[in-house]
């Protein structure tokens, strides 16, 4: 969708959607075509940052329409399987081209957005408690701690 994108001017990019690629043969050549370790997503992202590497440009042409009815493969997974093959291309790409530092570092965003998300959980539900507490005594309060993790 890339609402922040504007579609109306020609310009070079880092890397386009992967739904209609157009790529010269020299620059498929200089650099290889798709890494075949990526099941699905990052493989683009992949090709378009080696083509990049080695001094080509990427260009989006806004006059070039094309029809994608994408997602039709992915709308049929869980989101705990979309979840897991994109984290697992995401933590390939990133091995591949800045090493397993930069993939602890990626998994240790991963922890901390978790741990952060718990604990706004927590805070939602003792504030919660806290008003349901207001307006009944301690002796008839329901307790809602066997929520907590």
């Known amino acids: 969708l890339?609402?922040?994108f504007n579609h109306d001017k020609t310009m070079e990019v880092e890397q386009p959607m992967g739904a209609c690629l157009l790529i010269r043969r020299?620059?498929?050549?200089?650099?290889?075509?798709?890494?075949?370790?990526?099941?699905m997503f990052f493989d683009e992202v992949d090709l378009c940052f080696r083509i990049k590497k080695n001094g080509w440009k990427i260009m989006f042409?806004?006059?070039?329409v094309v029809m994608h009815y994408g997602g039709t493969a992915v709308k049929k997974w869980s989101p705990l399987?979309?979840?897991?093959?994109w984290t697992s291309s995401r933590n390939y790409?990133?091995?591949?081209h800045f090493g397993n530092k930069a993939v602890f570092a990626l998994y240790l965003f991963d922890?901390?957005?978790?741990?952060?998300?718990?604990l706004i959980f927590m805070i939602l539900i003792y504030l919660i408690q806290k008003i349901l507490l207001l307006?009944?005594?301690q002796k008839y309060s329901l307790k809602l701690t066997h929520l907590y993790f």
Do not use: C, H, Q
């Open 135 to 137: 307006g009944n005594s």
């Open 2 to 4: 890339m609402i922040d």
């Open 81 to 85: 399987k979309l979840s897991k093959v």
């Open 26 to 39: 020299k620059a498929l050549d200089a650099v290889g075509a798709f890494d075949e370790n990526y099941f």
């Open 111 to 118: 922890f901390l957005k978790i741990a952060i998300i718990i």
């Open 61 to 64: 042409f806004p006059d070039s």
């Open 93 to 96: 790409f990133f091995k591949k």
